[in-house]
């Protein structure tokens, strides 16, 4: 994954990553490229998502919607939030996760859905 990121806080319903503004992220005008935040978004996604499914149930992401608010011209924070679920019943999940520059602005929004589903016994 070009962005690297580095995970800073994990426990369930709750994810925190970071990466750096680097050269290989950035886009022709100087600011963290939008692919490059949507990864980071999919990245904290996964990490909350993996934290939070119950054990006996699986995860998988099954659509995005992202807003760039604002050009990201630091390294960035993501914190990606996912609610409670009910166990035992596959299911739609939202997991929110926002993007903050240097300066705590909110650059980058996105919710992704995940699809939970029981693990079929083997």
């Known amino acids: ?4 990121p580095v995970m800073d ?10 990466m ?12 963290v490229h939008a692919i490059a ?3 980071l978004c999919e990245f904290v996604a996964g990490l909350v998502a993996e934290a939070t499914t119950p054990v006996g149930m699986r995860w998988i992401p099954k ?4 807003d760039y608010l604002a050009k990201a011209g630091t390294s960035l924070r993501a914190v990606g939030q996912m609610p409670e679920i009910s166990r035992d019943e596959s299911q ?13 602005a909110v650059v980058v929004h996105a919710d992704i859905t995940m699809y939970l589903s029981v693990r079929r016994a083997k």
């Open 1 to 4: 994954m070009s962005v690297r």
């Open 9 to 18: 806080e994990l426990e369930p319903g709750r994810a925190v990553a970071r």
């Open 20 to 31: 750096k503004k680097r050269r290989r992220v950035q886009n022709h005008i100087g600011t």
């Open 37 to 39: 935040c949507a990864n």
């Open 63 to 66: 659509g995005m919607s992202i």
């Open 92 to 104: 739609d999940v939202v997991v929110s996760v926002d993007v903050f520059d240097r300066d705590g």
